[in-house]
């Protein structure tokens, strides 16, 4: 079973923080599509960034994505292993060099045999994660690259390290006057 | 330009097309002449089910493959467990030897990868007991023997073990047993003549002892072995199983040689190509 309590709490302060930091000038990408290979989606992910909040050289992001193991479980029948990694992202730039850390959660919902192995049973599960990572982007340019250490704690039990190697494409909003 | 790129690519499909093409009315064996897919280690090295997982090898036996080989190993209460490696923590969340933990501990041990996921360690009473119909399949058990010294006592424990499970299951006629050290298959051969032993060595060094055994037949390395051996190990009785299938080349060049079966880290390509 997921604990609804911590997803909860984790959507609450992502639909709150925008509405508490008023959004103010910014030079940084409102939208960013990302391809992430490793990272928190597990092996890999495609993810949506949104910048909520920029000032100067500071911006805060929140980040949801969704990736997959494989489609067919080990009967092969159709049934996916899915994972939603959901983060928030603090990042402190100067031109094109970006300090970024972030906190995230990751849904996993994952197929695999019972604990006697006499069935088949999917695994729900929430698991912590943290980000620090460095961006290169140029200013007012799309493309981006990130390289992170994205250690996972897996379903609050077990630490992992990890990484990430992550591509984006930034869609820019006008500036506001 | 135009005319070069169309060139490429036609020797590109060319190419492709015809390295898949197999020809499998030549295949003369002592399998009724056609070659068993098996799973290495259930669904190979590169799948991202871990080997000898109860996913990876009913994923593997769900495909369309004739069998599986396993890796097995003994606790220190003597059970018989699936493992490769020597150590737990090359591959677990465990540290230590399968030897020296009982298996109230080994049961517990939880898989690194893939991340998210708790893929855990499988006794072979629970495989039995659970994959789907077992029958059906053949199951070759690769005993890794990572400790130092083998007294006789160890060995009858270890054979005592596997002949227990066996019975239970009534699993005797779907199970070969590779090893490749010659005194725990001679004690195995004395306990239970009617099973099925494969001696595990390249066919120059091997060939001599395992006709001389009358064993089952031998598995080496594809790399190691030509089709007239293959040839010469069929005529004095002996199957051949071939391991070290880790391409789509590998599989097509080893097909050529007509062994009995293939333990393929290519289950997918392997299954389709000698459907």
Redesign the interface.
Known sequence: MLPLKKILFFFLLLLALPFALKSQTTTFPKHTIVLDAGGIG??GSLNYERTFFSKKYFFISYRAGFSF??FKD???KINP?L?FPLSLQAGLGYKSHHAILGIGQ?I?S?V??S????SKMR?N?L?ANFILGYRFQKTGKPFSVQLSYTP?F??YA?F?N?GSLSFGYSFFEKNKS | MKSFFITLITIALFISCGKNKVDLSQIENLNGNKITPMGHAGMGIAS??PINT???I??AL??GTGGVEMDIQMTKDSVLVLFHDKTLEEQT?LEGMIYEKNWSEINQA?Y?N???????I?SLD??F??I?DKKEFIFSLDFKLHESDHPDSYILRHWNALIKILDQHDMSENVFIESRRKPYLEKLQELRPDLKLFFLEEFEKGFDYTKSMGYYGMIMPTTTVTAEQIKEAHAAGLRISLFGLLTKNENLDAIEKSPDFMQTDKVKYLVKVLK
């Open positions: 597990g092996y193991y494989r080990f009967e092969r292993d994972f990751t996993s994952i695999q045999a604990d006697n192995f006499n695994h599960s698991s996972l897996e379903h077990r992992r990890w | 991202q089910f109860f996913e990876s009913q994923s769900s495909l969340d939880i690194k893939p991340p998210y996921a708790e893929y855990r499988l629970q495989l007991e659970n789907k």
